[in-house]
């Protein structure tokens, strides 16, 4: 099947630090990733849509210049919290689209938990 | 716009109940349905889905029917295990874009030896 991993899993910082996430389709190529955030025992928003090779797409609400997002290539998408703050702890979560049969279905990472003192 | 709506947990149950968790949901076109799980810690892990209407995904011993007259899509067990403790997830993705999953939020289910 398809698997998605995402690196690390945990990460602790420092206010005002940047943090980078990993998101990597493993045996497939993903045109489209997503990001989400996900607060204590709450659902999934969707931050952003990547495509590679071109810019994510934000949702309403979202600072752009907080959350950078790079789709470098087909396996490959990296989000970067900018000088992170406490309220920017939360459970991350990425997906990739893959197109394995006739049907595109997203593939979910196992999340990055982020702790920001 | 589209969304969907979860019944609001936790839900408690003891070993080998049944169970039933609703969802309905509001979209245009011709949206595919699915449920996630997810379990204490991890991401989320597609259960079941369904992409168009009367179909009726399985898995696990979940099943779920997708009613386009009601528009729902209850996610149904005959006898849950402990293992079965995690978050459900309902949601749908639109008939087009870039599939973007619309989720509901969430029913914790708890189950008890």
């Known amino acids: 099947g398809a698997v998605v991993s995402q690196h690390p899993s945990r990460v602790i910082c420092k206010s005002g630090t940047s943090v980078k996430i990993e998101c990597r389709s493993l045996?497939?190529?993903?045109?489209?990733m997503f990001w989400y955030r996900q607060f204590p025992k709450q659902s999934l928003m969707l931050m952003a849509t990547?495509?590679?090779?071109?810019?994510?797409?934000?949702e309403q609400g979202v600072e752009k210049d907080k959350f950078l997002i790079n789709h470098a290539s087909l396996t490959l998408s990296t989000l970067t919290v900018t000088s992170a703050h406490p309220e920017d702890s939360s459970f991350y979560i990425c997906s990739a689209e893959g197109r394995l049969a006739s049907y595109n279905e997203q593939f979910f990472g196992p999340g990055t938990r982020l702790t920001v003192l | 716009g589209n969304s969907v709506t979860q019944m609001e947990g936790p839900v408690t149950l003891s070993e080998e109940a049944f169970l039933t968790i609703n969802c309905t949901y509001t979209a245009t076109g011709y949206p595919s349905l699915f449920w996630y799980v997810q379990y204490p810690g991890e991401g989320l892990q597609l259960l079941l889905k369904?992409?168009?209407?009367?179909d009726k995904g399985s898995n696990k011993g979940f099943e779920a029917t997708y009613r386009k007259e009601t528009t729902s899509f209850h996610l149904e067990k005959g006898s849950v295990q402990v293992s079965d403790s995690a978050v459900y997830f309902c949601?749908?993705?639109?008939?087009?874009?870039?599939?973007?999953?619309?989720f509901g939020a969430g029913t914790r289910l708890a189950v008890h030896p």
């Open positions: 045996d497939f190529q993903a045109t489209t």
């Open positions: 949601a749908l993705t639109n008939s087009g874009g870039y599939n973007k999953l619309i």
């Open positions: 990547s495509n590679e090779g071109s810019k994510a797409t934000y």
């Open positions: 369904a992409t168009k209407a009367d």
